[in-house]
């Protein structure tokens, strides 16, 4: 009688393993692998961060394109085209002075 109560407790012990076994073998995975839930939430971060460069690059192209749009020939502003032609020649008059400035500002 001993030996069988003792074989029945390995026998418990060991399902008991192998099912903590498989349980850790499936559900670790899908914790701290490579498309877990911890994976996921870095993921949502960097999604976060990027559509804020994003939204921050679409911001300058724009005011990018609107000064572009000045120096179109069916849209031609005298000044705009006077300050990037002085501005790429590095010309200034006798009595003028240059001051450049980060437009970043």
């Not at 590095?90 to 450049?100: A, H, R, W």
Request: glycine share 6%.
């Amino acid at each position: 009688m001993p030996f069988n109560f003792v074989l029945d407790r390995i026998k418990h012990s060991l399902l008991t393993l192998a099912c903590g076994a498989l349980f850790l073998y499936f559900v670790l995975p899908g914790v701290i692998g490579d498309r877990g839930v911890l994976a996921m939430h870095r993921m949502r971060d960097q999604l976060a961060v990027s559509k804020a460069e994003l939204a921050q690059v679409q911001k300058d192209r724009t005011a990018l394109e609107m000064r572009t749009q000045l120096l179109r020939p069916d849209h031609l502003d005298l000044d705009m085209l006077d300050e990037r032609a002085r501005a790429t020649l590095g010309s200034t008059g006798p009595n003028e002075y240059v001051i450049y400035y980060d437009q970043d500002r």
